[in-house]
């Protein structure tokens, strides 16, 4: 590093020598002495000054050297501090990297455990729903109801509805398609058409056989019969004049006479003669054995053998209409439950809800 001297200080330049007196003789020798002179006091003056600038500037130098030793004394333990903190965070950020990617790693299995629990769960439930649905059709086969297979389809639909997977909306369309159609079909009552039966069973202590001479009084004929008694009053009454208050006597005493002379003869249709000749005795074991046809028509529609149940009804109703009266109030009566039965005693076809079975074979193959 070059050192810049001090410029000449114009104070400190040598001040011309005052004009000498002019003389004779030649003043050379002195002029070039105080030349000479003048000239090395200014050198040793600018050397001095040198010197004490160089002086100042190493002084400068040692202080600046200093100073650049104290910074790069600061900036090695800055840079020192920097290392270890670089090195900190390059351990920190692999501690972080090595988390995230454990945690990237726990995330991935915990997304395939909860897939995998969903996809158990799907098919948990729709193995139960099918599970259910084959059950209900067993039932319905058995009873010959529909009502259990359509609580089951409710009661699915309402599971899959509770469950809001997006993928399982075709099931439940299936449902609904299958129950509409389980819906439609008309199914035979067992617990109606059985009271019905034991009510019939019920009546036939009372049917009015056509072999006992009852007298039937019928609201049609009593007009006539009034009119008959007036006619038969009127021509057995004397001729000549009855005092007061025996004609009321002889009036109700011929319509007594008459309603006697009706009590002995009836005359009455009969489509069969043997319903006539039907011992007294043997009138228990007709109504015993009418009332074991419709017992057995019973058990048959119980065990839903509805052609048994229709034979034994018929054979039923034509022992009511060839042996008891059919004109009677309770043989109407039995008749109408018969007939009732009878038309509601059919076989009915289930059908099957193969839209939803096949529907839960494809949700289950994950289609």
């Known amino acids: 590093m070059?050192?810049?001297?001090?410029?000449p200080d114009a104070r400190d330049e040598p001040r011309p020598a005052p004009p000498a007196a002019p003389s004779g003789a030649p003043r050379w020798p002195a002029l070039l002495a105080s030349i000479a002179v003048?000239?090395?006091?200014?050198?040793?003056?600018?050397?001095?000054?040198?010197?004490q600038r160089v002086a100042s500037l190493e002084q400068e130098l040692v202080r600046r050297q200093q100073d650049s030793a104290t910074q790069a004394t600061e900036a090695r333990t800055l840079a020192r501090q920097a290392q270890e903190s670089v090195a900190a965070s390059t351990a920190k950020v692999a501690l972080l990297e090595a988390r995230v990617a454990e945690v990237a790693v726990q995330r991935t299995q915990l997304e395939d455990l909860i897939q995998s629990l969903s996809r158990s769960r799907d098919e948990n439930l729709l193995v139960d729903i099918e599970a259910a649905i084959r059950m209900a059709l067993q039932q319905g086969a058995i009873t010959g109801s529909a009502e259990p297979l359509v609580l089951v389809l409710r009661q699915s639909d309402e599971r899959l509805a509770r469950y809001n997977q997006p993928r399982l909306d075709g099931v439940r369309r299936a449902i609904a398609r299958d129950l509409d159609r389980v819906k439609a079909v008309g199914?035979?009552?067992?617990?109606?058409?059985?009271?019905?039966?034991?009510?019939?069973?019920?009546?036939?202590?009372?049917?009015?056989?056509?072999?006992?001479?009852?007298q039937r009084r019928d609201a049609r004929m009593a007009p006539a019969a009034a009119k008959a008694a007036s006619a038969a009053a009127s021509a057995a009454a004397p001729a000549w004049p009855l005092p007061p208050g025996w004609a009321e006597a002889w009036s109700g005493f011929a319509e007594r006479f008459w309603d006697e002379v009706r009590s002995l003869v009836r005359v009455t249709r009969i489509d069969h003669p043997d319903a006539v000749l039907l011992a007294p005795e043997q009138a228990f074991f007709l109504r015993e054995?009418?009332?074991?046809?419709?017992?057995?028509?019973?058990?048959?529609?119980?065990?839903?053998?509805?052609?048994?149940?229709?034979?034994?009804?018929?054979?039923?109703?034509?022992?009511?209409?060839?042996?008891?009266?059919?004109?009677?109030?309770?043989?109407?009566?039995?008749?109408?439950?018969?007939?009732?039965?009878?038309?509601?005693?059919?076989?009915?076809?289930?059908?099957?809800?193969?839209?939803?079975?096949?529907?839960?074979?494809?949700?289950?193959?994950?289609?």
């Not at 003048?38 to 010197?51: C, D, P």
């Not at 042996?323 to 309770?330: C, G, I, K, M």
């Open 38 to 51: 003048l000239a090395a006091g200014t050198a040793a003056v600018m050397a001095w000054r040198a010197e």
């Open 187 to 214: 199914t035979t009552d067992i617990s109606t058409l059985t009271i019905r039966l034991d009510e019939a069973i019920r009546l036939v202590d009372e049917l009015p056989l056509l072999a006992n001479a009852e």
């Open 289 to 367: 054995n009418l009332k074991l046809r419709l017992l057995n028509a019973r058990l048959a529609l119980l065990s839903r053998q509805y052609a048994t149940v229709q034979a034994d009804l018929a054979v039923a109703q034509t022992m009511v209409d060839r042996y008891f009266d059919r004109s009677a109030r309770r043989s109407a009566s039995i008749g109408e439950l018969l007939r009732q039965v009878s038309q509601q005693a059919r076989q009915v076809t289930l059908p099957r809800p193969d839209d939803t079975l096949a529907a839960l074979t494809t949700a289950a193959a994950g289609r």
């Open 2 to 7: 070059t050192a810049e001297l001090p410029a």
